[in-house]
């Protein structure tokens, strides 16, 4: 089994900054796929970004250039840096993952088994 907690939510007015952070303990190995989705009220689950084990990344157009992916091998911690902030950017994110104990073939980066609790991001005009 594999936990994650996400922290790092927070209101901030458009334009500023949060760096979201998704520490995974438990049954993690090398071989993994993590990502960030979002979901507003009302509105469908939608993917951010992922970070696969060989550093491939992977992001919405709505976030190209905007957030930036990355992993701490040493901690097994998933951040997601988002800059420029829209008040479309508010929602609740949630981290997930995929962890395989065989290095090959790589872990799945669609259907996530492990998911946090997510935090929430409030974007104000």
């Known amino acids: 089994q594999v936990q994650l907690r996400e922290s790092g939510g927070d209101s901030v007015q458009a ?5 979201l952070s998704c520490a995974a303990t438990g049954n993690t190995y090398r071989n993994f796929c993590m990502g960030w989705f979002r979901q507003a009220p009302g509105k469908e689950r939608e993917a951010v970004a992922s970070f696969e084990s060989d550093g491939s990344t992977s992001y919405a157009d709505s976030v190209k250039g905007r957030f930036s992916v990355s992993q701490d091998n040493a901690n097994n911690t998933l ?3 988002m800059n420029n902030l829209e008040p479309g950017d508010t929602a609740m994110y949630f981290c997930a993952a995929n962890f395989r104990r065989q290095l090959y073939p790589r872990a799945d980066c669609v259907d996530y088994s492990y998911w946090g609790q997510g935090t929430q991001v409030t974007v104000s005009s």
């Open 15 to 19: 334009g500023g900054s949060l760096r």
């Open 79 to 81: 951040y997601l840096e």
